[in-house]
């Protein structure tokens, strides 16, 4: 048993993050900003440590102080303006590192960036740890800005640094867009090439390979070199890397949907439905999904990374197939009602 913090407790991936947590029998700390999306956190019963945002350090070294593992969640992913991105993502991050550097016995510090940090992949070649980053997005860099900053903290807090490719399950709520669209629409929206692939990985394998990063991960070091770039460093995926139609099709098949439309937007459509949809989030002040940043990483080719570190050094594997994953994740919207 641990004693462990999650940051981002209350979004889609850290609040699976915490029941698993909860259900192995860690004592769970959640730091969290007030809001409506506390009803499922406060249910779990873990203990709440507020906060106002990443600028408030002494609320942070309160919630970090005394646990022995930090599982840093929390990140921007949309933002209205793209200075938020690197508050949030760089100096967010950098802020947990640094209240972990301050503990006398400095917890173990897993960070949940992004296949974005590193940027696309060619068709067929899936990325690897060692591979020079490439982000094409502000999000992207945001988020390879937080792993730096951990890095230069590296020599006195132990951390494990785990890039999620695309999750879905549970409580994903733009994941759900999909599954509406399907279901309601009978149509898969596809603006990515014909040949472009995709790694994805369910939220449940991916909170697996997080606690498994913790507990067995090699650690990042100070230096960024080729040679140990990979080092402490963990792509989470599935072995499976099917194309965005075919995502569209385990969409249809997870709800016995036999007919779908796929419906292919050409590129320069893409970024005007996207200009649209950037200016009325800004009327509203409402981040949405999609929006320019998305765009950028959406039309910038596959999104692949190989799985094979997290497999030898974490002993990681994914429960059960794709197919098998989108079939329950349909379930639980059906059963959460969520239509
Ligand atoms: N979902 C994916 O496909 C995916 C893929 C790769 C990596 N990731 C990474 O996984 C992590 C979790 O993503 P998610 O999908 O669970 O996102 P999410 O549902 O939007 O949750 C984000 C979490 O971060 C917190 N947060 C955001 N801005 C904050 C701020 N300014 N101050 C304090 N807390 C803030 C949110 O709290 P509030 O509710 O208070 O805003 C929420 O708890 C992120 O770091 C993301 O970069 C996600």
């Not at 099917?242 to 949907?257: I, K």
Request: aromatic content about 8%; proline content about 6%.
């Amino acid at each position: 048993m641990d004693r462990v913090l999650v940051t981002g407790a209350n979004g889609f991936v850290g609040s699976n993050l915490v029941e698993m947590l909860q259900a192995q029998g860690d004592e769970v700390t959640c730091l969290v900003r007030r809001g409506p999306q506390l009803a499922r956190l406060e249910a779990t019963g873990a203990r709440l440590v507020f906060f106002e945002g990443f600028s408030d350090r002494e609320a942070i070294r309160r919630a970090v102080g005394g646990q022995t593992v930090v599982y840093h969640v929390a990140g921007a992913t949309k933002a209205l303006r793209p200075s938020l991105l690197e508050e949030v993502n760089e100096q967010g991050t950098r802020r947990v590192g640094e209240a972990c550097a301050e503990q006398a016995d400095p917890p173990v510090l897993v960070y949940v960036s992004s296949l974005a940090a590193c940027g696309p992949s060619r068709p067929g070649q899936p990325r690897v740890e060692r591979d020079p980053p490439q982000p094409v997005s502000k999000y992207g860099r945001s988020k390879l800005a937080g792993e730096r900053a951990l890095r230069a903290l590296a020599d006195r807090v132990p951390t494990t640094i785990v890039r999620p490719a695309i999750v879905f399950g549970p409580a994903d709520v733009d994941g759900h867009l999909m599954f509406r669209s399907v279901r309601t629409l009978a149509t898969h929206m596809n603006v990515s090439g014909r040949r472009h692939q995709f790694s994805l990985i369910h939220v449940e394998d991916l909170c697996r390979l997080i606690r498994l990063a913790a507990q067995r991960g090699k650690r990042i070091t100070v230096d960024e070199t080729d040679d140990t770039r990979a080092v402490g460093c963990y792509f989470a995926a599935t072995e499976e890397t099917p194309t965005w139609p075919e995502v569209g099709r385990l969409v249809a098949d997870s709800m016995g949907r036999r007919h779908m439309i796929i419906l292919t937007i050409p590129k320069p459509l893409a970024w005007l439905v996207a200009g649209t949809i950037e200016a009325y989030s800004r009327v509203t002040r409402r981040p949405l999904y999609l929006n320019w940043d998305k765009t950028r990483e959406i039309t910038a080719g596959s999104w692949t990374c190989s799985p094979r570190a997290a497999n030898t050094e974490l002993g990681f594997t994914p429960e059960t197939s794709l197919a098998e994953r989108f079939r329950q994740t349909f379930a639980w919207y059906r059963a959460a009602g969520w239509s």
